[in-house]
């Protein structure tokens, strides 16, 4: 079943008199229960595509459809609700508060959806943190964890209310391959319970990883 639907997407940045086009008319499907890697250079439009998925910008043209729903007509109130439900994202730089331990990082996306009592988000986010092998750093801050188990918080983290789609922008960009190796067992875990993966790399071997890779060039889809 197609999950992700995406047609005719265009998105132009204009500058003063300036016009840079990000996507020039992308159609593509993304199948429940995929992993797919977005691939191409800087600047292709990766990041671009799938900041219109997650809802976090919008087409100058064009159609985003997820799960039957037309994310680029939202209004933002309720597009923060439906991403807040169907969607974990995971950075390339993490973005965790410095000043919240491992837990209460992994709480934040039930915190904002007030989703169940404080009790009940605790326990999501141990089993969670769990998950990633992280049940005995609960209590940790950032700053007394490595890149790797950083970046795991931020899987946990994007677990946190059970979405159907898990995106990463290059979330192993910052980790060494030893690292990235085991990240990607994470993902695939995630995929065997259920989840659609798809993230954007510039790995090769992580891309290789995918059981699909899209390569884009120029807002184009040139292959996959």
Not at 18 to 32: M, P, Y
Request: with cysteine; hydrophobic share 40%; charged share 25%.
């Amino acid at each position: 079943m197609v999950l992700i639907e995406l047609r005719g997407l265009e998105k132009v940045y204009t500058t003063g008199k300036l016009e840079f086009h990000a996507l020039r008319g992308v159609d593509l499907d993304i199948s429940e229960g995929e992993i797919t890697a977005l691939m191409g250079p800087s600047g292709c439009g990766k990041s671009t595509m799938l900041n219109m998925i997650t809802g976090i910008d919008r087409p100058t043209d064009g159609t985003v459809t997820v799960g039957g729903v037309r994310v680029d007509t939202m209004r933002e109130d309720e597009m923060a609700t439906w991403r807040g439900r169907n969607v974990g994202i995971i950075f390339q730089f993490f973005q965790l508060f410095p000043t919240l331990t491992a837990l209460e990082n992994a709480m934040l996306p039930m915190d904002f959806a007030k989703r169940g009592t404080v009790a009940e988000r605790r326990e999501v986010a141990k089993r969670n943190l769990g998950l990633v092998g992280l049940g005995d750093k609960l209590d940790n801050l950032p700053a007394e964890l490595s890149g790797g188990e950083q970046q795991r918080v931020a899987i946990a983290r994007s677990l946190a209310n059970d979405p159907a789609i898990i995106v990463g922008d290059e979330p192993t960009g910052n980790l060494d391959s030893q690292t990235e190796g085991r990240m990607f067992e994470l993902l695939k875990e995630l995929n065997d319970r259920g989840k659609t993966i798809l993230y954007v790399t510039h790995s090769a071997a992580l891309a290789g990883k995918a059981e699909r890779v899209v390569r884009m060039l120029d807002g184009r889809i040139v292959e996959g």
